[in-house]
Structure formats: C-alpha cells, structure tokens
C-alpha cells in the first residue's frame, strides 16, 4: 500500500521495564539462527557503519500534523526536519513505512500538509492508520488516500527483499482503557496470508499501538495481540514495529524482536512515570533528540537485522 495506492493485567512498572531495553542514539541488532540479539547502545555513525549493505527500509511515527500545543507549537516542521534528515541519507533506502497518527485530527487539511511533506522523501510509503487517523465524522479521509487495494479496515501484505511485510490495523475497535484490537477477520485474514510461507522467510509485522504488552493501564498494547504473534511462532526471523507510544522501546522473546519508534511531533512520558500519557513537554533544547526516525536493514542469507534510531538532534 503506496500513498498513491492504497492481555495482561496488573503488571508492575518494574516488571515492564525489567523486561525492555531502552534505546539512546542507535541500537544495533543481529540475527543469527532467527534469534535476534542486541550488540547494545551505540553512536548513530558506528551503527551505520556496522550495517551491512542489504535491503534497508524507514519507520516513520506519529507524526500528528495539525498538532500546535506546547509540547511542540510546530509539529509540521518536525516532520520536514525529519525528512531532510532522510533525504540526506548517504544510501537511499528501498521504502519506508509510517506507523500511525499521520494527522492529529483526521482532517483533509492536515492529510494534505503531511503528504506534501512526506513525498519530498521520493520513496514509495506504506501507512497503517493510528486512532487519531480515523476520527473524521465519516471515517474515509485515511482510506480515500491509503486504503486502495486493502482489506477490511486497511490491513494488506506485500514482499519486498526476500522479507514478508504485513500491515496490520489495530485501532478501529479500541477496547478498555484504549487497548488496540485486530478483530476476528482481520486475525483470520493474517493465518491465511501466512499459510504456505517458508519458515525461513523474514517476517515484519507493524502496526500503529503496539502488539506486545507495555503497559496496559495506558492502553499500550493489544487485547488480541497475543492471538497475531501466535501465527508468527513457527517462522525464524519475525519483526513487529509499532508507534503509538512516542519512544524507543524494544524486547526479545524467542524469536520475535518488538520495536516502538520515536514520534517526529513530540514525546510522551515513560511508562507511569506520570499521571497519564500525553504530550510531554520538555525543555525546548531537549526536544528534538526526542524526536526521529528509524532505519531497519536485511541482508539475504546472513539473517542480519539492524535496526538504527537516529533522533533529529543529538
């Protein structure tokens, strides 16, 4: 999908984070045997050294054009300052996809201002909708623009470098407390669409709230996310990239490595480190090294995976 075309309660604040690894400038993973591992936190020019050569991608989040409050007056030209950061990419990448919240309040204004913006990239885009993508009275706004060729709500697949993506939409039936949901048909729909895939085929999942469990008293999760990652089991190498939260989180369990991006309009507080989520406003010279983006690389054969987060500033 082009821009042209288309449960777990009760748990700890300490158990959350004793079970994440919180990510500064660039984060470089390695896949061996299907098992992702994590070679730690480092410098954004040695990450992009270490990176093999190989198919690489974009992850671009919550964006939320047509947001103007203090946590960030010009969420627009953030975002612009992010794409001038990817079109000053030594290598080009091969796509990007954008995760949720493209606009702040599903208006037609705000859809037009973040494509004029994004397609200065030159890359082809695959969005998935966040919730405040889908709140215009008649809830067409996102699917006139990314929904073409899609199913259900606007879930779809495609292949790409030897690696299987599917786009998932978790945020049309929100369930208590704003936790995501997929739905019966869409997760019937995924079985299908992964039924008869090599098991040695790379797997990226992504969607706008994120699938895994980070902390549901937020709604940080999906109530059926655990049902999705159940028909991703069998395969070596499964990537699941999500937004929604506005920070840098990743986890490993077996063969699934998660990842949460940063947002490119402003940062929300760390799991219960306030009263509620929301925009956080920080000093104005903190800002954007709270803010970026993030580049994925594959390479064939060696089941390599990077991922490098690169904020706008610092």
């Given at each position: 999908?082009?821009?042209?075309?288309?449960?777990?309660?009760?748990?700890?604040?300490?158990?959350?984070?004793?079970?994440?690894?919180?990510?500064?400038?660039?984060?470089?993973?390695?896949?061996?045997?299907?098992?992702?591992?994590?070679?730690?936190?480092?410098?954004?020019?040695?990450?992009?050294?270490?990176?093999?050569?190989?198919?690489?991608?974009?992850?671009?989040?919550?964006?939320?054009?047509?947001?103007?409050?203090?946590?960030?007056?010009?969420?627009?030209?953030?975002?612009?300052?992010?794409?001038?950061?990817?079109?000053?990419?030594?290598?080009?990448?091969?796509?990007?996809?954008?995760?949720?919240?493209?606009?702040?309040?599903?208006?037609?204004?705000?859809?037009?201002?973040?494509?004029?913006?994004?397609s200065q990239t030159k890359l082809d885009v695959h969005y998935v909708p966040g919730e405040h993508d889908?709140?215009?009275?008649?809830?067409?706004?996102?699917?006139?623009?990314?929904?073409?060729?899609?199913?259900?709500?606007?879930?779809?697949?495609?292949?790409?470098?030897?690696?299987?993506?599917?786009?998932?939409?978790?945020?049309?039936?929100?369930?208590?407390?704003?936790?995501?949901?997929?739905?019966?048909?869409?997760?019937?729909?995924?079985?299908?669409?992964?039924?008869?895939?090599?098991?040695?085929?790379?797997?990226?999942?992504?969607?706008?709230?994120?699938?895994?469990?980070?902390?549901?008293?937020?709604?940080?999760?999906?109530?059926?996310?655990?049902?999705?990652?159940?028909?991703?089991?069998?395969?070596?190498?499964?990537?699941?990239?999500?937004?929604?939260?506005?920070?840098?989180?990743?986890?490993?369990?077996?063969?699934?490595?998660?990842?949460?991006?940063?947002?490119?309009?402003?940062?929300?507080?760390a799991p219960g480190a306030a009263p509620s989520p929301g925009p956080m406003k920080v000093e104005d010279?903190r800002l954007r090294s709270m803010l970026g983006v993030a580049s994925i690389n594959f390479k064939q054969?060696?089941?390599?995976?990077?991922?490098?987060?690169?904020?706008?500033?610092?």
């Open positions: 999908m082009s821009g042209q075309d288309h449960g777990e309660d009760g748990v700890s604040r300490r158990k959350v984070l004793e079970c994440m690894t919180w990510a500064g400038t660039g984060v470089l993973w390695t896949v061996t045997g299907g098992v992702p591992r994590s070679l730690g936190i480092i410098d954004s020019a040695e990450a992009a050294t270490a990176a093999t050569p190989g198919m690489s991608f974009l992850q671009i989040s919550d964006s939320h054009v047509g947001f103007d409050k203090p946590a960030n007056p010009n969420a627009l030209g953030t975002l612009e300052e992010a794409v001038n950061k990817i079109n000053a990419m030594p290598a080009k990448p091969s796509f990007m996809i954008h995760t949720g919240d493209i606009t702040h309040l599903s208006k037609a204004a705000e859809f037009d201002n973040a494509e004029r913006i994004i889908f709140i215009d009275e008649e809830v067409k706004l996102y699917r006139e623009r990314y929904g073409r060729g899609t199913k259900g709500h606007g879930w779809y697949s495609f292949d790409a470098g030897g690696v299987h993506f599917v786009g998932l939409v978790n945020v049309v039936d929100l369930k208590a407390g704003g936790l995501g949901n997929l739905g019966a048909e869409q997760l019937a729909w995924l079985e299908d669409d992964l039924r008869g895939k090599s098991k040695s085929t790379p797997i990226v999942l992504f969607a706008h709230i994120p699938l895994w469990t980070v902390y549901p008293e937020w709604g940080w999760g999906t109530e059926d996310g655990g049902r999705a990652l159940e028909y991703v089991k069998g395969f070596g190498s499964v990537t699941v990239l999500n937004g929604h939260i506005h920070q840098v989180m990743q986890k490993v369990e077996g063969n699934v490595t998660f990842h949460t991006a940063r947002s490119t309009a402003f940062p929300q507080p010279a054969n060696e089941q390599r995976l990077a991922i490098i987060d690169t904020p706008l500033q610092g």
